[in-house]
Each structure stands twice: as C-alpha cells, then as structure tokens.
C-alpha cells in the first residue's frame, strides 16, 4: 500500500515574481482553498496518511498557514463556519511532517531531502503548480502501480509545437505506456513522441541511489530527469494517460485560467 506522499515546496517561484516574494504561489487560492490544499485532498482521496511538506526557511508561512493557532480561533469561536474551516485545516496538519531543504538545489535534491522520513518501497511525489480537476490522478497512478509493481508517471498529450515546453517521453512499447526516455524540453525534431509528464510521479525508493550519484546540471541543480533515465535503464517505468482537466498553476497567466476554471 502506498500511504506516504511528497510534496516538494521549496522553489522560489521565479515565473510569478514578485507576485510570489511575500506569498507562496502554493498558498494562493483557488476558490475558498489553497492550491496546496486541493494537491492534499487528492492525497487523502488516494488513501494517503502521511505527506512531508519539503520547505526552505523562506517559506515558513506554509507551516503557519497549516499549524493551529489558538488565538485566531477564539477570535472566531461565536462563528462555527470559521471555527469549523480552522479546525479542519488543524486535523489536516497532523499529517503532515517538514523538512528543509537550505538552498534551491533542484527538484531531484528537494526529493532527497525527504528520504529519511520514507518507509515503504514506493511514494507518491506531487508538485503543487500541477492541478487536476474532475479525477484523483494519485489514484489512477496507485492502480497502475498496482497492477505492474513498477513506478509510474502521470503523462498528457500536448500539441507537436509545444513539446519543446515540456519532459517528453519516448516509449519502449507505446500500446503498453512503457517508457524508456526522458527528453526535457526537446525540439520538435527530437522529440519521442508528443506525451509530457506532468507533475505525478509513483517512484520506487531505488531512485535515492541515483539521485545521491547524480551531478548537478546546467543551472547547478539536480534534476530528478536525469534519474529517472537513468532508472529506466534497470526497472520497469510506466506512463498513465490520466482522465481529468490539467491546470497549470506555476504561471501567473496559468494561474488566472485555472481559477476561473474552478469557479465554474
Ligand atoms: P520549478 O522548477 O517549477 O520551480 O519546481 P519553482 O520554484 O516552483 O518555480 P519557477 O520555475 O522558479 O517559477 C518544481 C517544484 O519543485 C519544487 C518547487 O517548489 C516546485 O513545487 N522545488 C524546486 C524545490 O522544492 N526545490 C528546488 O530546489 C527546486
């Protein structure tokens, strides 16, 4: 069973500058919640007990947003709705567990700063700029799983002028979603095929051992990419085409379409 789940928040949100100096883009909302806190409902939904917040020291709002303040909430104890919403961001928050990552050393490094509090063979990995709406992508990623007992990533077809946006994937068996390449941001010549991954990954463990080997890219960090091809090399990697709407919350144009799609 896969009950633990990452989610990695230590990015400084250069795209949404300044927008993002003082407010996280994870804690913008998205109708009465947080983006952060519908990437939360899609891991519970999924049967998930445990999610590590990974955090820098300049994000500490998102553990204030999530731990229980006393005082707000007997400011608000003769207005039950308020209470009730204070109360059940508190019950939320027992199941979260921080870490630090102490500088922006990419996502493959954000992920390693998790590996001490993962127990089982497989995790679930969210990046919170990826919204989903009408499905639990998690879930489908857990069924697949399931089924295969291999890592799986969540992929969606883009258009052919576009693949240089994205990870692109190639496929050992594409009837069977079976992957065997990652491209990040390809040109349309290079591209494997016109299937992005989005920010859904079930990894087995197996991929700490590449993480720690790998080196550090071009902009001096390290890339879970590059581990994943790696990891491909020796195990079984699986694409999920999954069913739902995909938001782009990382962009501030992105942002604003997918609070009116929300909203709807
Ligand atoms: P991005 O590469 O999209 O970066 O990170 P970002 O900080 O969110 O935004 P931009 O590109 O500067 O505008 C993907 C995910 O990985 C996390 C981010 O917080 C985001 O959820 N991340 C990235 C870390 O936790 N640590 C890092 O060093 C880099």
């Avoid at 409902?41 to 917040?53: K, L, R, S």
């Avoid at 005082?71 to 939320?92: G, P, R």
């Avoid at 079976?178 to 010549?189: A, D, F, G, H, V």
């Avoid at 920010?199 to 071009?218: A, D, P, V």
């Amino acid at each position: 069973m896969i009950k633990q789940a990452v989610i990695p928040l230590a990015g400084l949100g250069t795209r949404m500058l300044p927008l993002t100096k003082a407010l996280p883009k994870e804690l913008w909302p998205l109708g009465n919640k947080s983006i952060l806190e519908y990437i939360l409902d899609e891991c519970f939904d999924a049967g998930i007990t445990e999610v590590i917040f990974v955090i820098s020291k300049n994000k500490e709002v998102i553990k204030k947003y999530f731990l229980r303040d006393k005082q707000l909430e007997k400011a608000v104890k003769n207005k039950s709705n308020i209470l009730k919403t204070l109360l059940n961001l508190d019950k939320v928050s027992k199941k979260i567990k921080f870490v630090y990552q102490d500088k922006p050393k990419g996502l493959g490094h954000a992920v390693l700063c998790a590996q001490k509090l993962l127990k089982s063979k497989y995790f679930l990995l969210l990046l919170p700029d990826d919204v989903i709406k009408g499905s639990n992508c998690s879930k489908e990623l857990i069924a697949i799983n399931k089924k295969k007992n291999s890592s799986v990533i969540a992929l969606r077809k883009v258009k052919k002028n576009d693949v240089k946006r994205y990870g692109i994937v190639g496929f050992a068996n594409k009837h069977k979603l079976k992957i065997n390449k990652m491209i990040e941001k390809p040109s349309i010549k290079l591209a494997p095929s016109k299937f992005a991954i989005i920010g859904r990954y079930l990894l087995n463990k197996s991929i700490f051992k590449l993480l720690k080997k790998q080196k550090t890219g071009k902009l001096g960090e390290i890339q879970i990419t590059d581990a994943i091809n790696n990891m491909i090399v020796d195990e079984n990697f699986y694409g999920c085409k999954f069913k739902g709407k995909y938001l782009d919350c990382g962009t501030t144009k992105g942002y604003i379409k997918s609070f009116i799609e929300m909203n709807k």
